[in-house]
């Protein structure tokens, strides 16, 4: 292990925190129609919670290193419990609140996880013997504890969090990614995302898939911007009215939904004045779709490729030759190699490929 001390919520939020406390973290927007009534945190209330809960979850009598289980709604609860996990010491592993109950205990049997967090309309029955469960009122309990002093004191390469894969072609497999991955993702920030603290980023999807944990949180809050998360009716026609009301300047969805927004939407370059470009990942962003969003809302869409192993590495971005139909070029320092399907282990020079 490193010997390096590092800690991902404490570089997620309690730098931001300890210089600009009353800057807003996130704004969770349950009814597009109604953003006065957003729930808004600043960076200060968010490390408070969070340390909170990290409080909170040692006097349970869970231990630094200790694997915890998420099965929460896409709220804030799961945001704050996912970091707050961390300053603990420990990892959380949020799962999607769509799997049956069978797929969601399957999952809490294979981390080997110490508790599980759940909402009574989540509930996992049949949890192994000796896992905890940490229901609304242990929730409660947690967010009003004593804060912690400090962050837990991890190394760099130690875990940090547990995302599981798809499972598209066998069973799930948990990814583990040590609180290092904060600095690892640095290059997308300008080889993608063109993100700084000055943005306000609205990601469409659910916090347990490792696009938007990554691109909705983890990249916004490193970089002191703000975060949006919309969590009522998933209408198509929300969005433009979310990222009008929230003033977001960078929107991340996957292909399928730019779809159906240029079929359902009323979509014109005057409707969305504070975007400035959108963010693709998760499916393939066809040249079609793309061509189609650029002349509907005169703003690019810039797409990148990953996996839940290794988060993005190819990508678009602004000041760049976007090529249609591909995902762009590596990111800064990444060493990509194609390797030949001989069965040799030698990689293909980039200019035969």
Not at 105 to 125: E, K, T, W
Not at 322 to 348: E, F, I
Request: aromatic share 6%.
């Amino acid at each position: 292990m490193s010997a390096d001390p590092f800690n991902l919520a404490q570089h997620c939020v309690g730098r931001t925190a300890a210089t600009s406390p009353d800057k807003t973290a996130l704004i969770i927007v349950s009814d597009a129609d109604r953003p006065e009534t957003a729930e808004r945190w600043t960076y200060a209330v968010l490390e408070r919670t969070i340390l909170s809960i990290a409080a909170g979850l040692l006097a349970e009598g869970l231990q630094p290193g200790d694997r915890i289980i998420l099965r929460l709604p896409n709220t804030s609860d799961c945001a704050l419990m996912f970091f707050g996990t961390i300053a603990a010491g420990m990892v959380p592993i949020p799962i999607s609140a769509q799997l049956t109950a069978a797929e969601a205990r399957m999952l809490v049997a294979d981390s080997a996880a110490a508790a599980v967090a759940q909402i009574a309309a989540l509930a996992i029955p049949g949890l192994p013997a000796g896992c905890r469960v940490l229901d609304e009122a242990a929730l409660a309990r947690l967010k009003s504890a004593i804060p912690l002093a400090a962050y837990a004191e991890t190394m760099a390469d130690e875990p940090a969090y547990m995302i599981y894969t798809s499972g598209t072609t066998s069973r799930p497999k948990g990814v583990i990614h040590a609180h290092h991955v904060a600095l690892g993702r640095v290059p997308m920030y300008s080889d993608w995302l063109g993100l700084s603290e000055a943005d306000t980023m609205l990601h469409a999807g659910a916090f347990n898939w490792s696009y938007t944990l990554g691109v909705g949180l983890l990249d916004p809050w490193a970089c002191g911007a703000t975060a949006v998360l919309y969590n009522g009716p998933k209408q198509v026609e929300v969005w433009p009215k979310v990222i009008t009301a929230v003033g977001a300047t960078l929107f991340a969805a996957v292909p399928a939904l730019f779809r159906q927004m240029l079929k359902y939407c009323q979509l014109t370059p005057e409707g969305l004045p504070t975007l400035r470009h959108a963010l693709a990942a998760g499916e393939p962003l066809s040249p079609a779709l793309l061509s189609a969003w650029q002349e509907a809302t005169g703003k690019p869409i810039y797409e990148a490729f990953g996996m839940s192993e290794i988060s993005t590495f190819v990508s678009n971005h602004a000041g760049m030759a976007v090529r249609h139909g591909s995902p762009g070029k590596p990111q800064t320092g990444r060493p990509v190699a194609v390797l030949s399907l001989d069965g040799s282990t030698n990689p293909v020079p980039v200019g035969q490929i």
